[in-house]
């Protein structure tokens, strides 16, 4: 047995020593200033930290070489106007061909996924800020026209149409792209200078579900520390403008939970989509929480078979009094989750929690159609939209 394990444990290290953590970054500019700098910098949160720098040569080729464990951004620099940025994730090999004054703009780009999904994106910012440009210059054309107040209206409406799209598109980019950093980067998009497509406040969840996946993934990164930090104040700031119930208000998509169930199993909320689900956040210590808990049952058996689920959160401090409360409630029918971490539990600020009992009920989307339902409220609910 003794020597079973001992050649398992050395195909396993021989396993993990093969993972590559290089990344390599090489390329060629066209039109090179042969003696200035090419150089490779990290973004750290909101800072650039350089990396290293390379003097071009007549052939304009360059290359750099680190060790990574994340995918990490970089910017690759010839000049203050000549950059890109880059998303390399461990063992991608890209490769870069640009002007040496065009770097904004490469000719090619291959070898990166996360960096080529970028590109994907700004081409379709790029044709959204065009066509807004489009519209300035219709404007421009009839300034002195006395039907510019009706050029204005038209020119308004379609700009907003504009807008709409290509907010439209970023959610649908980051839904498609969730588990990926480059969600975190669609969020911080812009159409002119303070003009952003996703707006913090009205678009927070976006902002949340964004922080939820990312945190989960790599909480190491500095980036996903900063939008951490952003997150948890843009809740503040909301919850101050708008109540706390603003975070789950009618309409918005509830973050992802994804924690243990008690046989230790991950379960995420999205897994639910499909049915009209109630998140309901509890603990066995609390005492209005078990009063509520009949009423849930009474609700899950009677729309169980129409498509409604359960999906319970737990703030308790131990797995023993956790699964006491589910036995003693006879509550075993749903799903229960739970990270046993009381109010420090990473549900309390996602979902900014105040108190307990507390839920929302989704719909098929995860989308929250009403919040803190309890007793013949919810009975009452259910009922008007499970048909």
């Known amino acids: 047995m003794k020597i079973k394990c001992f050649i398992l444990l050395i195909f396993t290290l021989a396993i993990t020593s093969c993972k590559d953590n290089s990344i390599q970054v090489t390329g060629k500019l066209n039109k090179p200033v042969i003696g200035e700098y090419i150089t490779l910098s990290e973004i750290q949160g909101t800072s650039l930290k350089k990396l290293d720098s390379l003097k071009i040569e ?12 994340i995918p990490t951004f970089y910017v690759v620099r010839t000049s203050t106007f000549s950059f890109t940025t880059i ?11 640009a002007d040496y004054n065009s770097l904004n703009t490469p000719t090619n780009v291959t070898g990166s996924a996360g960096t080529e999904k970028m590109i994907e994106y700004n081409k379709a910012l790029k044709s959204t800020i065009d066509k807004l440009t489009g519209l300035h210059d219709i404007y421009t054309q009839n300034a002195d026209s006395p039907e510019l107040p009706k050029v204005i209206h038209a020119l308004d409406s379609t700009a907003q149409s504009y807008l709409k799209e290509i907010n439209a598109y970023t959610k649908k980019y980051i839904q498609d792209n969730i588990t990926s950093m480059v969600a975190l980067v669609a969020l911080y998009q812009q159409v002119a200078p303070q003009a952003y497509v996703l707006d913090p406040v009205s678009d927070i969840s976006w902002f949340i579900k964004v922080d ?22 843009l809740i503040e700031q909301v919850k101050k403008e708008k109540g706390a119930d603003a975070i789950a208000s009618t309409g918005a998509e509830a973050p992802e939970i994804a924690l243990p169930s008690p046989t230790g199993e991950i379960i995420k909320l999205s897994s639910t989509r499909g049915k009209y689900v109630l998140v309901d956040f509890w603990a066995s210590w609390c005492g209005p929480c078990r009063r509520e808990n009949p009423n849930l049952v009474k609700a899950y058996n009677m729309y169980k078979s129409k498509g409604f689920q359960i999906f319970q959160v737990s703030l308790d401090k131990t797995k023993e009094d956790w699964q006491s409360g589910i036995e003693q409630d006879m509550l075993g029918q749903w799903i229960h989750v739970s990270d046993l971490k009381y109010w420090n539990s990473s549900v309390v600020p996602l979902y900014k929690i105040e108190s307990i009992p507390y839920n929302l009920l989704l719909d098929k989307d995860g989308k929250v159609i009403a919040t803190n339902l309890r007793g013949e409220k919810l009975m009452t609910k259910l009922a008007e939209v499970i048909k």
């Open 58 to 69: 007549s052939d304009g080729k360059f290359v750099f070489k680190r060790d990574i464990v």
């Open 87 to 97: 998303l390399m994730a461990p063992g991608e090999k890209i490769r870069i061909e």
């Open 212 to 233: 939820s996946s990312m945190m989960k993934l790599y909480p190491s990164s500095e980036p996903v520390k900063a939008l951490h930090e952003q997150v948890l104040t």
